[in-house]
């Protein structure tokens, strides 16, 4: 079973930063799918980031080149820094893994969720 703990989130203005953090147990980072989704009140859960066990990263389009996805083997954590940050980011924030290599863009590909963390933007 893999474990996952999210923090990070908090309240910021229009262009400000936040950094979240994906606690892992259970399962090294660097060796499975783990991605954030996000979820605003009354909309789907969506994919913000992707990183897969082969090293690579994806990113949903409203989010490329403002948010970074990273892992840190030695402390086993997923990362996501946040910059440029704008109200539309506003939502719960979900961290999540898959004992697979490969990363798939639906919610369904994914067996382990955290319990989230609250991003709030105000203009």
């Known amino acids: 079973q893999v474990q996952l703990v999210e923090s990070g989130g908090g309240s910021v203005q229009a262009g400000g930063f936040l950094r979240l953090s994906c606690a892992a147990s259970?399962?090294?980072?660097?060796?499975?799918?783990m991605g954030w989704f996000r979820q605003a009140p009354g909309k789907e859960r969506e994919v913000v980031a992707l990183?897969?066990?082969?090293?690579?990263?994806d990113y949903a389009d409203s989010v490329k080149g403002r948010f970074t996805i990273s892992k840190d083997s030695a402390k086993n954590i997923l990362y996501l820094e946040m910059n440029s940050l704008n109200p539309d980011d506003t939502a719960m924030y979900y961290c999540?893994?898959?004992?697979?290599?490969?990363?798939?863009?639906?919610?369904?590909?994914?067996?382990?969720w955290g319990q989230g963390t609250q991003v709030t933007v105000s203009s």
């Open positions: 999540s893994a898959v004992l697979r290599s490969a990363c798939g863009w639906s919610r369904g590909w994914y067996n382990f």
């Open positions: 259970g399962y090294g980072v660097t060796n499975m799918c």
């Open positions: 990183g897969s066990g082969y090293g690579t990263t």
